[in-house]
């Protein structure tokens, strides 16, 4: 049995990466393959029975995974990005729970043909909307801030909501009939309410300040941060089943919020432990469907479904956003999408039996029934989302814009000519007075420490795909590319190749964590200043079917420096030692040469006729 249950976790975490590989590979909803590998390994294969072989430790083994990956959501909460949109996610999170909730069990008990009592179980479990797949959709649509924002703070917040809503659920009726039953449920609210405020809470701001205080080291802040979250959910569940998913979300939040100095680096384990947990648990909760109760799904089935989708969950939206904010274009795109993810799945997985066990024979069906919801709003919002955020015009600007960070004449330069090609661009810098420049020219500025908390809450990166950090610090200009790289993507952020002053070793650490070198390795800040001052000039060519790349070759200068260059379509490429580039017919090569007072030499001259960054002489 060992050795059985040794191969089954090693085949759910093989399955579970490998559909997250695959869905990046080919650019397909990750959900969708973990969810197919599931079922193939379980109910089809039968190669894994989590049931049988993972027994009475697979519904708290769950809990606990659910629990983290709801504080990693939750330690993404931000204030001052939820306070435009505070209304409408209030809304979202209050009145359209409670509309989705009599909505969804309507549909379950006239449609699916469930009892009330299964009915109003399903309809609660299905009141969530998962971050885990609301995140890549909102990335695949580049919708605009706003409209985002709603979306991603209703799945955020309302996970745990649900999860209680659907256990306060299961313990009315398990005691329907009970004259004490109201009662009991609205006691276990109170209950699961202060027990998330002062565990969940007070538990946040404790480790939060050891943290700040150096009471803890740094190899340990991770781990030590992962063992707390376990802990306050366990401890929470003590005063109340299931609170513990809602502690941990309210202490996600204050510590989002503590202005912690090693954020980055917590978000950035308890993010990769959170992919693993994901893949893991919808190929076991997949897995652990009954065969037979796949075959009894039928057309009703197929109606409840397809009603979630075009009626339960607009209908929810509509009505709980009226006079709001939200234009009427917001809230139709809000109202259309509604994907559900790994906490939905994991409350049918532990709802679903545990009804069935208690006499309710129809509560089979909610474990299928939630799968089929997953699987139907993943792909109809992932085909949807963006043709419609399209036509309601709620589809932020091309990521095509170039974010330059440091303010200096040879930068402003290569703003204006990048504006010049149409491409979106930012110039910022600590100082407002170097930006003066820049604002007269009708550049698009930002001014302030981006690294603070308030530079950072200022900053919009709304059409912004490139980072160039060009500032005399090298270490402030790693640090940006640090801070940047999840967000824009590690082959868009670049910074200027280093001084050469520092001994090897330093070069080499600061290489691990720093951005990709800008144009090359002799492109240091005081190189590109001097040149500035012996007047070097920037210049664009356009490569044609005529005057091809091997044409500019000829003629450039040997010591000039290729910069980047823009595509037909607008895109940008930077050239770097480690990504040359690549010119094409159609492409518009910028680079950076000598004045008509210096000598250039072309590069026919010195028998040069191909590479794609210039040399040093």
């Not at 249950?5 to 559909?19: I, K």
């Not at 924002?149 to 809503?165: H, M, T, V, Y």
């Not at 309210?250 to 980055?264: D, K």
């Amino acid at each position: 049995m060992e050795n059985h249950l040794e191969l089954a976790l090693m085949m759910v975490v093989v399955l579970g990466l490998s559909a997250q590989w695959l869905a990046w590979r080919f650019n397909l909803p990750a959900i969708v393959i973990m969810i197919a590998a599931g079922l193939l390994a379980g109910p089809v294969l039968g190669l894994i029975q989590p049931d049988q072989q993972f027994g009475h430790l697979l519904t708290p083994v769950v809990g606990l995974a659910v629990a983290v990956i709801l504080f990693e959501d939750a330690f993404s909460f931000q204030l001052h990005e939820v306070r435009h949109t505070a209304r409408g996610v209030l809304r979202l999170i209050t009145l359209g729970v409670l509309l989705t909730w009599a909505f969804g069990t309507v549909a379950a008990h006239y449609l699916a043909g469930l009892s009330w009592s299964v009915a109003t179980a399903l309809g609660a479990i299905l009141v969530t909307t998962g971050p885990t797949v609301v995140g890549p959709l909102l990335r695949q649509a580049r919708l605009k801030m706003r409209p985002a924002s709603f979306l991603k703070w209703e799945g955020i917040i309302n996970d745990p909501i649900g999860a209680l809503l659907a256990i306060l659920t299961f313990e009315y009726l398990l005691l329907y009939g009970n004259d004490n039953a109201v009662l009991v449920v609205v006691q276990g609210l109170a209950i699961a309410m202060a027990t998330a405020g002062v565990v969940g809470g007070g538990g946040g701001y404790l480790l939060g300040r050891a943290i700040a205080r150096g009471w803890m080291p740094e190899y340990l802040k991770a781990p030590g941060m992962l063992g707390a979250v376990l802990l306050v959910y366990a401890v929470a569940n003590l005063f109340q089943k299931e609170a513990g998913l809602l502690a941990t979300t309210v202490m996600g939040v204050v510590m989002a919020n503590m202005g912690l100095a090693s954020t980055l680096e917590l978000r950035r384990f308890k993010g990769q432990v959170v992919v693993f947990l994901v893949s893991g648990l919808f190929v076991v909760l997949t897995a652990d469907l009954d065969p037979e109760t796949l075959m009894v799904l039928d057309a009703g089935d197929a109606l409840f479904v397809a009603a979630m989708i075009l009626l339960v969950r607009p209908a929810a939206v509509m009505l709980a956003t009226i006079r709001t904010q939200m234009s009427w274009q917001e809230r139709l795109l809000v109202a259309f999408v509604g994907p559900r993810g790994i906490v939905t799945a994991a409350m049918a997985g532990i709802v679903g039996p545990s009804l069935a066990g208690a006499g309710f024979a129809d509560a089979r069906e909610i474990l299928p029934l939630v799968f089929s919801v997953i699987l139907a709003t993943v792909l109809f919002h992932g085909f949807t989302v963006g043709p419609l955020a399209r036509k309601l015009n709620l589809v932020a600007a091309r990521r095509d814009g170039v974010l330059i960070v440091g303010a200096h004449g040879w930068t402003l330069r290569l703003a204006t000519l990048l504006r010049e090609l149409e491409v979106p661009v930012t110039l910022a810098d600590s100082s407002w007075h170097r930006l003066r420049p820049a604002r007269m020219a009708g550049i698009r500025t930002q001014s302030g420490e981006l690294l603070s908390d308030l530079g950072q809450e200022r900053l919009d990166l709304t059409g912004t795909g490139y980072l160039l950090a060009a500032t005399d610090n090298d270490a402030y200009n790693a640090l940006l590319c640090t801070q940047l790289s999840p967000e824009l993507g590690r082959g868009r952020v670049f910074q200027l190749a280093p001084s050469r002053e520092p001994e090897k070793e330093a070069r080499t650490f600061s290489r691990t964590f720093r951005g990709q070198v800008a144009f090359s390795e002799e492109a240091t800040f005081d190189r590109m200043m001097e040149r500035h001052y012996l007047g070097w000039e920037l210049q664009k060519t356009r490569l044609t079917e005529e005057f091809s790349y091997d044409d500019f070759l000829h003629i450039c200068p040997v010591n000039a420096e290729n910069l980047l260059l823009v595509r037909e379509n607008g895109m940008v490429v930077f050239n770097s030692p480690e990504q040359p580039l690549e010119p094409e017919t159609g492409d518009t090569l910028v680079c950076y040469r000598p004045g008509r007072q210096e000598h250039a030499q072309p590069r026919l001259a010195t028998g040069e006729a191909s590479g794609s960054k210039g040399r040093e002489t």
